[in-house]
């Protein structure tokens, strides 16, 4: 467990490579009795950078809320929220606005926002460094100059995105740009395929991970994938849950496929999910696993697309190869650009 000034002192270094610096403002959103010791530990951090720091408070969702909903929000109905947020300099997010449309309008305002949901032993092993940003940001660039991505695996996985149309994404922990959004803890790139440019298939292996069903794959699930929407799922016990959790949001858009990417966080471990490794949270741990290639279904609209949908599914996977272009970046689930491998395995 980590105690509360060792805490502060873990956010302290986080907003500080945050970029934030005196008479900047940074203001912490949280929501009910969540995670109060998380907004205490970074608003004396903040304060004791010389910005200054504020605590905006939503009131607990009601008896029917609780668990997160994608795109859900606190602010949805409370315009007034939003404008004060789009004031600050950075936003520390504690409940999780990602997909929302008030995230993105306070984002447009020039607001840096900063999610963390994690535990603060997660945080604290997976903590970002400026080393992790400029591996991730190389797998952006070779990511912004690509046509096509095509990964596949042992099983049978052969799928191609066209690229194109929407931008390479980074997530690497922390964020010091007006504008940007991060996670802490993360550590990849993604991006999308064309809305009709994903094509065929995908095959899940035994240990490869469901999200938010927060559990491992026990046995192979075969996905057929026909311009950019899931056309078929088979397979035993998970492929049905799959396919029934996709059902039954009763919108055909739960079924189309979204970003992909790659792990780069050395330090994040594929079995962090398994007790008594699994602090809770969200599942941050797998989705950074480096090598690991992860692809989404359901909303792109974090990436600027149409789809909106509130089913969501991110399923890392194991042991894939995964080229740009033809040109290979992850083997077997190795990444072998140089400049993207930690210095501990160069």
Same mark, same amino acid.
């Given at each position: ?20 610096? =005196? ?7 949280? @929501?009910?009795?969540? #995670? ?5 530990? /970074?608003? !004396? %951090? ?84 400026? =080393? ?7 797998? @952006?660039?070779?990511? #912004? ?5 095509? /990964?596949? !695996? %042992? ?97 055909? #858009? ?93």
């Amino acid at each position: 467990m980590i105690d509360q000034v060792a805490f502060t002192e873990l956010c302290r270094r986080q907003l500080a490579l945050s970029g934030v610096h =005196e008479g900047e403002s940074v203001t912490v959103l949280s @929501q009910g009795d969540e #995670r109060m010791h998380y907004a205490d530990a /970074f608003l !004396n %951090a903040a304060q004791s950078l010389g910005a200054k720091a504020y605590h905006m408070r939503l009131p607990a969702p009601g008896a029917a809320g609780g668990a997160w909903a994608v795109g859900a929000s606190g602010l949805a109905s409370n315009p007034e929220a939003v404008e004060a947020l789009k004031s600050a300099d950075m936003l520390v997010d504690l409940i999780f606005l990602l997909f929302s449309k008030e995230q993105t309008a306070i984002q447009d305002a020039g607001t840096r926002v900063l999610s963390a949901v994690e535990p603060p032993e997660l945080l604290a092993r997976l903590f970002p460094t400026e =080393e992790l940003r400029e591996r991730v940001e190389v797998g @952006q660039e070779l990511m #912004r100059k690509a046509g096509s991505l095509r /990964f596949t !695996n %042992a099983l049978g996985t052969d799928v191609t995105y066209r690229l194109g149309r929407y931008p390479a994404i980074t997530e690497y922990g922390y964020t010091d740009e007006p504008g940007r959004w991060d996670h802490w803890p993360s550590g990849f790139v993604f991006t999308g395929g064309d809305d009709d440019g994903v094509d065929g298939r995908i095959v899940l292996a035994p240990g490869d991970v469901l999200l938010p069903f927060n559990t491992y794959v026990q046995s192979p699930v075969t996905i057929t994938v026909e311009k950019g929407f899931i056309t078929d799922i088979r397979g035993d016990l998970d492929a049905q849950m799959l396919r029934s959790y996709i059902e039954s949001f009763d919108d055909p #858009r739960g079924y189309g496929m979204s970003h992909v990417g790659w792990g780069l966080n050395e330090n994040a471990q594929w079995h962090g999910l398994l007790p008594p490794a699994f602090p809770g949270g969200m599942g941050m741990e797998p989705r950074a696993v480096y090598g690991n290639v992860m692809f989404s279904i359901g909303p792109n609209n974090e990436l600027g697309g149409p789809n909106d949908t509130a089913c969501h599914f991110d399923i890392p996977m194991r042991d894939c190869s995964l080229f740009l272009d033809d040109d290979p970046i992850v083997l077997d689930g190795d990444v072998v650009v140089r400049e993207m491998q930690p210095a501990s395995r160069r």
